[in-house]
């Protein structure tokens, strides 16, 4: 899944607990996204200033080995996909949207024939659009991720918690997860390692 290189560049425990385990919860932000979604959902074609506007567009990549949906994708007047991908927080880059909507571009690619040089996050809570350049340098990250996820998922390894408390606070399977009592456990294995290092130095 296209969602899975998001979740993997957001968290590779996350990614794993989704895909892998088939475990979700939801908090306020997702929640939030939920909501942000309704009108993107409806599978609604339109006609918006002269760009024909798709909602909840199926994706794929044979090349990849991606499926997927765009939330929304603008097909400009001379055909180029323009896809744009609704957040429900405020204006902010984020490395992990910027890789998904990139891989979005790459499926539009392979499926239109169109090269599509740029899309766009909208971030519904301040109603404002991020333009993003869907450079060489993202480019190459999604072809990274897709290769780690599908590693990932082949050899049923659960990776490690995250040491970042912003991104744990934000996350909704932090109960499923538990970075901090699997935080403790390894800083007491580290401990007992190094007492017993200690102690056999003085035996």
Known sequence: MISALQHYSYCPRQCALIHQEQSFDDNEFTLRGQRAHRRVDSGEISVEEGRRVLRALPLYSERLGL?????????LPDGTPYPVEYKQGMRHRRDHDDI??????LCLEEMTGFEVPEGAIYHHKSKRRRTVAISPELRRQVETLTTAV????????????????????????QDLCQPDLIGATKRIHDLAEHLFEVDDAWS
């Open 150 to 173: 599908r590693q990932m998922l082949e050899d049923q390894i659960m990776p490690p918690p995250v040491d970042d408390s912003a991104l744990c606070r934000a996350c909704s399977l």
């Open 67 to 75: 499926v997927g949906k765009a939330d929304v994708v603008e097909f």
């Open 100 to 105: 998904q909507l990139a891989a979005q571009a």
